[in-house]
């Protein structure tokens, strides 16, 4: 083959792979676009949880309004304070109380910043129209000394925010932040060990020493995100200990069940690391909560490494009598599972000793270098460890 062959050949090789890459990366954007939107671009509530305080002959009325177009799901308490503290225990976002002559609303700003404010709006629109009712019927009545009376109701709605935003993160943006530096770097550092632990022996020490690698990790990921939080105010009156233990959970969920898909799949495995990153966060409930998203959304972000850890985060950050065990598990089971696939495959004997990760023979022969092949470390036979 001439020199001019070979260049033409370079050309249109070139040519191939970068019309390849053009392709893929519009398809790419197409699809996170089209899910993106589905998922937020009309974000609507769907049984949102709130709570009332009613006596018997107003309940029927106001719990049809609460429950018209599917929006809210109403829990009867008995007081006011039996109110506040399902809130703070986030049994609801919400919720008001109409025995007075005044109704009262009660919101939880840390819950979502959403939720509260649909709670306003409708509690005031409906104050509103409750009040405007009222000075008609008045007005018609002719009675001068009740349509004076009545100007107490044009007096603002009462509004107690029970769980409020700390005042250095007054938008709640705060947690969507940190899932996506935990989910980002929890996929680097498990890529990049995945790439280091397969140049060791293969045995069970291996096993355990990714492992090790893997929790030490966590927890050094964890710390710096505690630290980096104290630079912006956030979580001042967190408990530090139980928040480095969730962020240390979190980041090992995410790192050991991308190395255990890595382990299972070879490269393509990395893409469950991509995913919680580009496909989790969104539905984690950090920026779009839960009751807002698609049913699929929800579903599936409450149950990914990103969904609990948010759900987990917030709580032990501004509801401690909430109840985190579920979200717990859930995070429990990825890190878990993850592990014990990545020890199990480290000590396997009939497994080839490769790297786990993209081989690095991949980008010389995108670059058009010679091509070398993999070297094993060992031959496994059978009954080694």
């Known amino acids: 083959m001439t020199q001019e062959n070979r260049q033409a050949d370079s050309i249109m090789a070139f040519r191939r792979f970068a019309l390849a890459v053009c392709v893929i990366g519009v398809l790419v954007q197409l699809g996170l676009t089209a899910y993106y939107l589905a998922m937020g671009h009309k974000a609507q509530p769907h049984q949102l949880p709130v709570g009332l305080v009613s006596p018997a002959a107003k309940r029927e009325a106001v719990v049809a309004l609460l429950s018209e177009n599917d929006y809210f799901k109403v829990t009867d308490y008995a007081t006011a304070d039996d109110l506040t503290l399902a809130i703070k225990r986030r049994d609801v976002y919400g919720g008001v109380d109409i025995t007075s002559s005044k109704p009262h609303l009660y919101v939880a700003g840390a819950a979502g910043t959403a939720a509260a404010g649909l709670l306003r709006s409708t509690y005031t629109a409906v104050v509103q129209q409750q009040t405007a009712a009222i000075l008609a019927e008045y007005a018609k009545s002719g009675d001068t000394m009740k349509v004076s009376a009545a100007t107490d109701l044009n007096t603002p709605p009462a509004v107690t925010d029970v769980v409020p935003l700390p005042g250095d993160d007054v938008n709640g943006v705060s947690l969507g932040f940190l899932t996506q530096a935990l989910a980002l770097g929890g996929t680097i550092a498990s890529m990049g060990l995945g790439r280091l632990i397969p140049r060791a022996r293969r045995s069970w020490r291996r096993g355990i020493a990714h492992v090790s690698i893997l929790i030490l990790y966590a927890i050094g990921s964890a710390a710096v995100i505690l630290w980096s939080m104290t630079w912006f105010g956030v979580g001042e009156t967190a408990d530090r200990g139980e928040m ?28 469950i690391g991509a995913m919680y990153f580009t496909l989790g966060t969104v539905i984690s409930g950090a920026s779009i909560l839960p009751e807002f998203l698609p049913a699929f959304g929800r579903t599936v972000g409450e149950n990914l490494p990103t969904g609990a850890g948010v759900q987990a ?38 497994r080839r000793n490769r790297t786990s990760e993209v081989e690095l023979d991949l ?23």
């Open 244 to 271: 480095l233990g969730i962020f240390s959970l979190i980041s090992l969920a995410i790192t050991a069940s991308t190395a255990g898909a890595v382990a299972l799949f070879g490269p393509a495995g990395a893409l």
């Open 313 to 350: 985060v917030r709580d032990d950050l501004y509801f401690p009598a909430a109840e985190i065990r579920q979200h717990l598990i859930v995070l429990g089971l990825y890190a878990g599972i993850g592990s014990f696939v990545v020890l199990i495959t480290n000590m396997l004997p009939n």
């Open 363 to 385: 980008v010389e022969r995108l670059e058009g270098g010679e091509r070398r092949e993999p070297v094993e470390l060992e031959t496994s036979a059978p009954g080694r460890g």
